[in-house]
């Protein structure tokens, strides 16, 4: 019997991975949901730059910030979507939007916090569109991605160089 290959892949969004927080992109070369990564490296110098900085600020552990990044409470969307995040920046005013889940992926280090992100939107209104916070929550609790966060984790943890990965 074959091994099955996982289809999902992290690749580390932020140059190092610090004691509190990562942000990474979630891959697949067969699930079309998954639109992050790719839209990413298509971005303008300045949507990276500015993307990039949002990155940092919540990685170096700043609170949300509405205008840069953000999550969603229990009084919205009837509490469904606790889990997603946001980092947004605004482009030839339009808004641009990576949407993710946060989630704690180290066992020995439960404060731990990681946001990977998973799908690109533009958006002219104020109000999210639920449409990406159900894509994003499916496949948040999809097993072939909860096992590439744990393998990928688990490796950082014995010790393997952090590296990010080339694509």
């Known amino acids: 019997m074959k091994p099955q290959i996982n289809p999902y892949e992290l690749y580390l969004a932020t140059q190092i991975i610090k004691p509190k927080r990562s942000v990474l992109f979630l891959i697949s070369a ?3 949901r998954i639109t ?3 839209e990413f490296k298509k971005l303008p110098t300045t949507s990276d730059r500015h993307l990039r900085a949002r990155f940092d600020s919540w990685v170096d552990g ?3 910030n509405p205008r840069w990044y953000h999550g969603w409470d229990k ?3 009837s509490g469904k979507y606790t889990a997603c995040f946001v980092f947004k920046c605004k482009e030839n005013k339009k808004q641009r939007r990576l949407y993710g889940f946060l989630c704690n992926p180290k066992d020995w280090d439960r404060g731990y916090q990681a ?3 998973v799908c690109h939107d ?3 209104e104020h109000e999210t569109h639920e449409n990406n916070l159900k894509t994003v929550e499916e496949i948040r609790t999809m097993l072939n991605v ?3 966060i744990k393998d990928f ?3 950082k943890e014995n010790g393997c160089p952090l590296d990010r990965k080339k694509h």
């Open 75 to 77: 009084s919205e969307f």
């Open 30 to 32: 067969v699930d079309n």
């Open 153 to 155: 984790f688990k490796e």
């Open 122 to 124: 533009f958006k002219n």
């Open 146 to 148: 909860q096992r590439v």
């Open 115 to 117: 946001c990977i992100l």
């Open 62 to 64: 700043n609170k949300n």
């Open 36 to 38: 992050a990564y790719n």
